[in-house]
């Protein structure tokens, strides 16, 4: 099965991956422009919800749930939900 993989320009894909054959750099970058994790963390003794992209990076803490899956929205990202 090969998917193309889109740029966030809207143009042509840049590329096509087979995923019968990704590396470990395309697996990495897979889904990092479309994926973002929320997970409740404690920040200075408060539950809080961080987000990050799907390869691990830190996008931002937010002190509601609600609002951390609505700002994940806003960059026209999916939400998935790490306990």
Do not use: C, F, W
């Not at 993989?5 to 809207?10: A, D, L, M, P, V």
Request: hydrophobic share 45%.
């Amino acid at each position: 099965m090969t998917i193309p993989s889109s740029n966030r320009t809207g143009g042509p894909p840049a590329e096509s991956i087979d995923i019968r054959h990704l590396s470990i750099e395309q697996l990495a970058r897979l889904g990092v422009s479309q994926i973002a994790y929320v997970k409740p963390v404690m920040m200075n003794g408060a539950m809080a919800y961080a987000i990050h992209a799907a390869d691990g990076t830190p996008m931002a803490v937010a002190g509601d749930r609600e609002v951390a899956i609505a700002a994940v929205h806003q960059q026209e990202m999916l939400a998935s939900l790490v306990h």
